[in-house]
C-alpha cells in the first residue's frame, strides 16, 4: 500500500497568518491528491483535488502544490474558523489512504 | 444537491455482524460511485471501500483488513448503499460515513465531496 505521511502533525498560528502543511507520499501518485479539513465534530470536507483544484465553494486563501511526491497545503491568511484538523489522501489507487493529520490550533 | 444520511449503528459484540444503510438523495444511486470511510476515536480517517459503476468486472473494492468480512451493496429503487459487517472486532469501532465524490467524477479526478453525519459502531462486549 502507499504509505502517507504529514507534517507538522500540530502546530499553532494567529490570526492572519501563513500557515503551511506537508504530505509526503511514498510513491509517484501523478497529482492525485486531495486535501480535507475536519472541525470538532463534523465529517471532514474536501479543500483541494488533484494537488492544486479548489473545491467549489471553498475559500481561495486555501492552496494546493506539489513537488515530485511532497504536497503542500497553504492556508494563506489563517481565521478561526479554520481551527481542525487537515488531512491529505492519496486518491492514485486503492486503498486511498489518508495521512495521519495535522491539527491546527490558535496561538 | 446530494444528500447523504447514514443509519443503524449500534453496539455490537465481538464476532457479531451489523448492517449500516445510507439513504442517498440528488443523485441516482445506480451506477454511482459510492465509498464508505470510517474514523476511529481520535484517529484520522480511513478508507474501507468502494462500488463503482455495474459496468466494472470487479465494481467493489475494499480494504485488506475489511475484505472477506465486510460487503458493499446497493438498493437502485430505494436509493440506498448498505455496509454489510460481519466477524467484526474491537478495533472496527468507529463512525462510517457514506461518501460521494464531488461532481459525478472519482476520488482521483474529483475528491470526496459529499459526506454524510455518519454512524458510530461500537464492537464490545
Known amino acids: 500500500d502507499i504509505q502517507v505521511t504529514q507534517s507538522p502533525s500540530s502546530l499553532s498560528a494567529s490570526v492572519g497568518d501563513r500557515v503551511t502543511i506537508t504530505c509526503q507520499i511514498s510513491q509517484n501518485i501523478y497529482n492525485y491528491l486531495n486535501w480535507y479539513r475536519q472541525r470538532q465534530g463534523r465529517a471532514p470536507e474536501l479543500l483541494i483535488f488533484?494537488?492544486?483544484s479548489l473545491e467549489d465553494g471553498v475559500s481561495p486563501r486555501f492552496s494546493g502544490s506539489v513537488s515530485g511526491t511532497s504536497f503542500t497545503l497553504t492556508i494563506s491568511s489563517l481565521q478561526p474558523e479554520d481551527v481542525a484538523t487537515y488531512y491529505c489522501q492519496q486518491a492514485y489507487t486503492a486503498p486511498f489512504t489518508f495521512g495521519p493529520g495535522t491539527r491546527l490550533d490558535l496561538k | 444537491e446530494v444528500h447523504l444520511v447514514e443509519s443503524g449503528g449500534a453496539l455490537v459484540e465481538p464476532g457479531g455482524s451489523l448492517t449500516v444503510s445510507c439513504q442517498v438523495s440528488g443523485l441516482k444511486l445506480k451506477n454511482a460511485w459510492m465509498t464508505w470511510v470510517r474514523q476511529a476515536p481520535g484517529k484520522g480517517p480511513e478508507w474501507i471501500g468502494r462500488?463503482?459503476?455495474?459496468?466494472?468486472?470487479?465494481?467493489?473494492e475494499y480494504a485488506q483488513n475489511v475484505r472477506g468480512r465486510f460487503t458493499i451493496s446497493r438498493d437502485d429503487l430505494k436509493n440506498i448503499l448498505y455496509l454489510e459487517m460481519t466477524s467484526l472486532r474491537p478495533e472496527d469501532s468507529a463512525v462510517y460515513y457514506c461518501?460521494?465524490?464531488?461532481?459525478?467524477?472519482?476520488?482521483?479526478?474529483?475528491?470526496?465531496?459529499?459526506w454524510g453525519q455518519g454512524t458510530p459502531v461500537t464492537v464490545s462486549s
Open positions: 488533484v494537488a492544486s
Open positions: 462500488i463503482m459503476g455495474d459496468d466494472y468486472e470487479e465494481p467493489r
Open positions: 461518501v460521494h465524490p464531488s461532481r459525478g467524477g472519482s476520488v482521483a479526478t474529483s475528491g470526496l465531496g459529499y
